[in-house]
C-alpha cells in the first residue's frame, strides 16, 4: 500500500469518525452506569455470574441455555444440562474467574479476556490443575474475549493444558473459544432478556443496562446505527459500493500493520530503556516477549536462587497496564531453608516497605516469598510516561530496594 492510500484511508477514516460522532451528539441523551462505572474484567465476570445464577421453578434456565449456546462449538457441553441440579457458580474460587461446578460430576472455567488482559505463565493449566476432585474429562474451559480476535498464548495454554482438554480433538475438544460480540450479546438479548419475568423488575433493568453497554462498545446501539448509516448514505453517494468495501478491507489490513509495527518500535525502545534503568542498581537476567515473560533483579552477594522479580512482565503489561507486580523469590534446593529464615528475621522489613507475605507450597507463586503492588504515577502505562519520569519512578523503587542488598548478603550458604 502505497503512502498517498495510507494517508487517504487515515483521513477518511477521521473524517467518517469524526461524523458519526457529530450525528450522535445531535440525538437524544444517553447514560449508562456501566459505561460511567468503568467496569474491569472482574466486574463483567461477576455481572456475568449473576446472570447465570438466575434460578425460576423451572431451574437454572440461563445456565442451561448459556450451555446450549456455547455448545454449538462444542458438543460435549450437552452432556452437562440433564447434570444440572444445584450448580455453585463461584467468582475468583482458585484465581478462576468464573468456575461453575458441580460436585464431581464437572466442571466449567470461563477465562474471561473482555479487555484484553494477557495470559499468566501456565494460567490455564494452573486452573485445571487446582481442580482435584473432577475427572479432567469433564473439566471444559471457555476463553472469553470481546470480539473474538485474541487467542489463547502457547506462555498461558501449554501443551499439558491442552492434551488434558483434547483441544486437537474436533469431536472431544473441551475448549471453547467464546466472545461478547457473537456468542454473550446474541445470547443475551434471544434467550434471556425474553424469559425474565415481569415480577424481577430490577434484573429485567440490569439486564437491559448491560445489553445497552455491550451493544454500546461494538456500535450497535441504535442512535450508533443510525448515525453510521448516514454516514455510509454519504460515501455511497460519491463511491461505489464495491470500492467501499475494497475501502473496509484495506482498513482492516491497515490496522493490523500499524498494531505489529508499534509493538515491535516499542519493543526496540522499550525494553533497553528498563534494563538500563534496572542496570544502574541490580545485574538482572531477564526473558521477555510480546505476551510473557520476566525481569529479575540481583546480586552475586546473594545466594543463589534469590532474587526480586517483575512478574509477569512482558510488552503488553509495560503497554497496557498501570499495575506492575514485584516479589521476592526464592528458588533452587535449599528453597524451604531460606524461605524460612528470610521470613523468620526480616518479615518486619519487608512489610514495611509495603511487601506482603504469599508463600504458597504450590500454583503460580510457589517460588514467590513477598509481594508488593506498584501503582504507576497518575494511573499511567509505562508507554505513557517520558523517559525521565520513568527513570524517576523506577530509580526511587530500585533505591527503596537498596537495603535488601546488605540484608540479604548476610543469608548464609547453605
Known sequence: MEDTEIVKLIDLAKRFSNGVAKITERQPYHVNLI?????????????????????????????????????????????IIDQIDKPAIMVQKHNIDCLIKEGKKYAIIIENKINDA????????????????????????????????????????????????????????????????NDILPWLKQKVLPEIRYKDELFLSCLKQYIDYL??????????????????????????????????????????????????R?????????????????????????????????????????HFEWYPLSLETLLKNNNLVLRLDVEGKNKKYYRELIHKNFEKEFAEHKFRHIYTKKGPNSNALY????????????????????????????????????????????
Not at 425460576?56 to 450437552?78: M, Q, R, V
Not at 474451559?141 to 501443551?159: A, H, M, Q, R, V
Not at 453517494?237 to 515491535?264: C, G, M
Not at 540481583?298 to 545466594?303: E, H, I, L, Q, R
Open 35 to 79: 459505561d460511567e462505572l468503568h467496569a474491569d474484567e472482574n466486574a463483567h465476570t461477576r455481572i456475568l455470574a449473576a446472570i447465570l445464577r438466575y434460578k425460576t421453578d423451572l431451574g437454572y434456565f440461563n445456565l442451561k441455555s448459556f450451555i446450549e449456546f456455547e455448545a454449538e462449538n462444542c458438543p460435549e457441553l450437552n452432556t
Open 118 to 181: 494477557i495470559d499468566q505463565n501456565r494460567q490455564l493449566e494452573r486452573y485445571i490443575e487446582s481442580i482435584k476432585d473432577v475427572d479432567k474429562k469433564n473439566i471444559f474451559l471457555i476463553y472469553l474475549t470481546l470480539k473474538g480476535n485474541k487467542k489463547p498464548s502457547e506462555n498461558g495454554f501449554t501443551s499439558k493444558a491442552q492434551n488434558w482438554l483434547d483441544a486437537d480433538d474436533t469431536e472431544a475438544c473441551r475448549f471453547i473459544a467464546s466472545n461478547y460480540r
Open 266 to 306: 516499542a519493543k526496540e525502545i522499550l525494553f533497553p530503556h528498563f534494563e538500563k534503568i534496572a542496570e544502574k542498581h541490580f545485574k538482572i537476567n531477564n526473558h521477555i516477549n510480546t505476551s510473557g515473560g520476566y525481569f529479575q533483579l540481583y546480586d552475586d552477594s546473594w545466594p543463589s536462587g534469590i
Open 371 to 414: 509481594m508488593r503492588n506498584i501503582t504507576l504515577p497518575n494511573n499511567k502505562t509505562y508507554l505513557d510516561m517520558a523517559e525521565n519520569e520513568a527513570d524517576s519512578f523506577f530509580s526511587g523503587i530500585y533505591d527503596d530496594l537498596n537495603q535488601f542488598k546488605g540484608i540479604l548478603a548476610k543469608l548464609p550458604r547453605a
Open 215 to 264: 451493544e454500546g462498545r461494538f456500535g450497535l446501539r441504535k442512535k450508533q446505527l443510525e448515525a453510521t448509516k448516514l454516514m455510509l448514505e454519504d460515501i455511497l453517494r460519491k463511491k461505489s459500493l464495491r470500492e467501499v468495501l475494497i475501502i473496509n478491507s484495506q482498513i482492516s489490513e491497515l490496522e493490523s500493520s500499524i498494531v505489529n509495527y508499534s509493538f515491535e
